[in-house]
Structures are given as structure tokens and as C-alpha cells.
């Protein structure tokens, strides 16, 4: 039996990592890069990412096959308990439900480090991605026209927004992932994974 496995992902997965998003840059819109990443940069990001935002991988069968992580909002210090999140999946693990849950445990992450908010920037259309974040609690809150030309045409991007705690009160200091408890966070990652499991 095929068993799904979720970690943390690390600078020595970053040819993987690039294999999976080489297509979505070459041969789609919903990431507006144009040039595919070098492997060194590819692993800058991680490291970068992973020093403060959860980065995971998900594993069938010890060969990874999506990835999902948080990051930075925006910059100025009111946005910090905010966070955007990004997924992709190997394009033979679409429509599996296998997102759902992958988006889901990393959700679970950033909740134990004190965000407030997290969102997601989707191009639109994308309904397969509209749908995901849609069934898993997000809002549409706005949409930018025409805010970014690839593959030879002018795309709208869509914001879908989670609200995490109640934004009513003063705001708990935000945790590293790396200061919320490794047997937490075993226990997130476990969880999540045997949902992949009963898939």
C-alpha cells in the first residue's frame, strides 16, 4: 500500500521541489514568473521560508509529490500576524482531495504560531483552485483586473481571505514555527497524513 507521509521540507528536496513547479511557470498562469528558478535560488527560498513559516512536503511512497508553505504577507509590522499561503501539486495528484489536506495541515501550523489571517492570491480563472480554498472556509474578498500579462495575455488575480482567531482583541505574540513543539507538530503532521491515508 501506497503510504502519504507530511515534513518539513529541507534545501536537499529543492531539484524535486523545482521539477513540480517547472510547469507551472512554463505552461500556465497561476504563478507569474516567468523564468524557471535555478536550484541554488530554489534552495534559498526554502531556507529562507522555513526559518520563520511552515514548508511542507508530501510524500507517496517516499517521492514527493506537492508542497505547500506561509509566508510574509505584506512587510510593514501591523501585517505580521498575516500570512499568504501557496500550494502545488504534481500534476498526476490533481482533484484527489490530496490539496485539501495538505493546505489544511499547514493552516493547522500556522494557527499554533498565533496568525490571525491567512490568504491566498489565485489568477483567475482557476476554478479547481477557487474551489479548494472556497471548501476549506476562505472568503473572496477582491479581485485585481488585469494585473498581470503572461502567455501572451492580461490576467485578474483573485484574493481569498481565512480569518484564524477573533481580530477583536489585542494580538498574542507571534511564535517561530520553530517555537511551537516538535511533538506538536508531529502530531499535526501525523494527523493530516493518515487523512491522506483514508483517502
Known amino acids: 500500500?501506497?503510504?502519504?507521509?507530511?515534513?518539513?521540507?529541507?534545501?536537499?528536496?529543492?531539484?524535486?521541489?523545482?521539477e513540480l513547479y517547472r510547469p507551472y511557470v512554463e505552461e500556465t498562469d497561476i504563478t507569474f514568473e516567468y523564468e524557471v528558478p535555478a536550484v541554488e535560488e530554489f534552495e534559498h527560498r526554502i531556507a529562507?521560508?522555513?526559518?520563520?513559516?511552515?514548508?511542507?512536503?508530501?510524500?507517496?511512497?517516499?517521492?514527493?509529490?506537492?508542497?505547500?508553505?506561509a509566508?510574509?504577507?505584506?512587510e510593514r509590522a501591523a501585517y505580521q500576524w498575516n500570512a499568504e499561503l501557496s500550494?502545488?501539486?504534481?500534476?498526476?495528484?490533481?482533484?484527489?482531495?490530496?490539496?485539501?489536506?495538505l493546505y489544511s495541515a499547514l493552516i493547522e501550523l500556522v494557527r499554533l504560531q498565533q496568525l490571525c489571517n491567512v490568504y491566498g492570491c489565485i489568477t483567475s480563472p482557476n476554478p479547481p483552485s477557487e474551489h479548494l480554498h472556497e471548501k476549506i472556509g476562505f472568503k473572496r474578498i477582491g479581485v485585481f483586473h488585469d494585473t498581470g500579462y503572461k502567455l501572451g495575455c492580461w490576467h485578474d488575480v483573485v484574493w481569498y481571505e481565512k480569518r484564524l482567531t477573533d481580530c477583536t482583541s489585542q494580538p498574542k505574540p507571534l511564535k517561530s514555527i520553530h517555537e511551537v513543539g516538535p511533538e506538536i507538530i508531529s502530531q499535526v503532521l501525523h494527523r493530516f497524513a493518515e487523512q491522506l491515508n483514508g483517502l
Open 87 to 101: 500550494i502545488y501539486l504534481d500534476n498526476t495528484c490533481l482533484q484527489r482531495g490530496i490539496g485539501k489536506v
Open 1 to 18: 500500500m501506497e503510504r502519504f507521509q507530511l515534513r518539513f521540507a529541507s534545501k536537499k528536496d529543492a531539484p524535486r521541489l523545482l
Open 71 to 74: 509566508h510574509r504577507q505584506a
Open 48 to 69: 529562507e521560508i522555513s526559518s520563520f513559516y511552515p514548508y511542507l512536503v508530501c510524500e507517496q511512497s517516499d517521492r514527493i509529490i506537492g508542497y505547500a508553505y
